[in-house]
């Protein structure tokens, strides 16, 4: 074979081991990933067990990253319904996503499993593979965002008390954002689960920080819409998320005096108020329904009645189906 054919198969392989490299790069499109756990979710409220594990396999094979709250999820039903291999293997996956072992307590139904031997015997493999998913992680970027999201919470609660903080909250809030942008423009990063993992709050497993600056940041949905998309896409941002960062923005302009907007720039001609009925199931009326039945299937979201029935579920067998605005 000539020298110039080895060489550029070399190049080719290392060019792929990048761009398939965990925590290196985020090109893989996530829409089948959440197609599959939708249908599982879907199965797992109609009482198909058996059809939901087999969806949480398809989209687990198919993707190296997982929401670690899927896998957690995965592995309450698979538990449930006497599939101890499976919990496990369902598990290690999510640890390896950034689901630590200290999160399992969340789900009642978990109780047994981690009173088992099972568990015992599992919990080393479980903290080897979280550790793994850390070092893979940016913990530069994890602090800052951690020192940036105290930074926001602490301004926000000095204007709560003294009533004089507000400019000193909005003007923090802005600067988050601009490093929220300044990072997807140079190096197409969200500071989300992928990149940074998982908070260290168990109810939300997720990593929230720039959410909540987001959510913060009056018009941000609809100023960034294509962004977060994109974040969505590349599987560093959940549907679910963008979901509430429009149902937030509704809410705030709705409540929020413009005097108080943290974005100066929101003006009522840039609105653009997507429905999804997702977080506090606000929409009643047929055309708003409508809407948001379209808007749920357009960004890889499952269906309103799936979500509803969760809540339902998770009260009354002691699941754990919901975590935070997700």
């Not at 602090?143 to 204007?159: D, L, P, S, V, Y």
């Not at 509430?244 to 100066?264: D, I, Q």
Request: glycine content about 6%; hydrophobic content about 40%; charged content about 25%.
């Amino acid at each position: 074979m000539p020298i110039q054919n080895v060489i550029r198969k070399l190049i080719r392989a290392a060019i792929f081991a990048i761009l398939t490299s965990p925590g290196i790069c985020f090109a893989a499109d996530y829409k089948a990933y959440h197609a599959a756990v939708n249908n599982a979710e879907r199965c797992l409220v109609t009482r198909q067990a058996d059809s939901a594990m087999w969806y949480y396999d398809r989209a687990f094979a198919q993707y190296d990253f997982v929401f670690a709250r899927d896998a957690l999820i995965a592995a309450q039903i698979a538990w449930k319904n006497g599939k101890a291999q499976k919990t496990s293997n369902y598990l290690i996956k999510g640890a390896a996503s950034g689901l630590r072992a200290e999160c399992l307590g969340t789900a009642p139904i978990l109780k047994s499993f981690l009173s088992s031997a099972l568990y015992q015997n599992l919990r080393p493999q479980l903290i080897s593979a979280n550790s793994k998913f850390i070092s893979r992680t940016d913990t530069l970027l994890a602090r800052e965002w951690a020192r940036r999201f105290a930074m926001e919470q602490a301004a926000k609660n000095r204007g709560v008390v003294d009533g004089s903080g507000f400019e000193a909250y909005r003007l923090v809030v802005v600067d988050n954002v601009q490093a929220i942008e300044r990072l997807w423009q140079q190096k197409k990063v969200y500071p989300g689960d992928q990149r940074i993992g998982p908070g260290a709050n168990c109810g939300e497993l997720g990593n929230m920080h720039a959410f909540y600056t987001l959510a913060h940041y009056d018009c941000m949905a609809t100023e960034h819409a294509n962004l977060l998309w994109e974040a969505v896409r590349t599987g560093q941002l959940h549907p679910c998320d963008l979901a509430a960062l429009y149902e937030f923005e509704r809410l705030r302009l709705e409540s929020v005096p413009a005097g108080k907007y943290t974005n100066s720039r929101c003006k009522a001609d840039k609105r653009k108020i997507m429905k999804f009925n997702l977080t506090w199931f606000h929409e009643t009326d047929k055309a708003s329904l409508e809407e948001a039945r379209r808007n749920r299937i357009l960004y890889w979201l499952c269906d309103e009645s799936v979500d509803r029935a969760k809540k339902e579920l998770e009260h009354k067998e002691g699941y754990k189906l919901n975590f935070g605005y997700r």
